[in-house]
């Protein structure tokens, strides 16, 4: 706060016309406001838990280390390029969703609604239990279940789970796996 008046007092009006000055006064006005509301919720009002969204509010001082950016330009040119970089994510997360919406239609086609699997049923109750062989249903009988399956065969933590029956059973569909 004492930062801020001397600032006001020597730049004046253009102490208004830098963006980072605008930032630390308004976090310095919130931390003063902060502190008169606590010192009145102290007293009995029961305001304190309206407080909450000044404390959250109070993370925003961590956008003053954006002042590193003008220290530094590596930094800045690092984090433009990093904002660029996640627009051609957003584009691979797109196809990626496409890629295993896709892919689970055809298992749902191919292995979710196959009855001839032993342990294959649809009821909720089979679905819920543990202790039955592998239920083709349970992993691909519907889309959402499909979809969820597929990503986890994307990261490889129920590989053997799914695909060891499924190849025992209907090995023409785990190459499809395999290239998915």
């Known amino acids: 706060g004492l930062e801020m008046a001397i600032k006001i007092f020597v730049q004046r009006a253009d102490y208004f016309r830098d963006k980072w000055n605008l930032l630390d006064f308004v976090l310095a006005w919130m931390a003063i406001i902060e502190v008169v509301f606590v010192a009145i919720s102290t007293q009995g009002s029961g305001m304190a838990g309206k407080l909450t969204i000044l404390r959250v509010l109070r993370l925003a001082r961590l956008l003053r280390m954006g002042r590193l950016f003008k220290v530094f330009q590596e930094l800045e040119i690092l984090m433009q390029e990093m ?15 496409l890629v295993v919406y896709v892919a689970a239609i055809l298992c749902v086609e191919l292995v979710g609604s196959n009855s001839s699997y032993p342990s294959y049923s649809s009821r909720v109750e089979d679905l819920v239990s543990t202790t039955s062989g592998f239920n083709n249903f349970q992993y691909f009988g519907t889309l959402i279940r499909s979809m969820f399956t597929l990503l986890s065969l994307i990261t490889l933590s129920e ?15 785990l190459i499809i796996l395999f290239i998915f």
Do not use: D, F, N
């Open 83 to 97: 904002i660029q970089s996640l627009k051609t994510l957003a584009w691979l997360l797109i196809l990626v969703a």
């Open 159 to 173: 590989w053997s789970t799914i695909t060891r029956p499924i190849a025992e059973h209907q090995p023409g569909v």
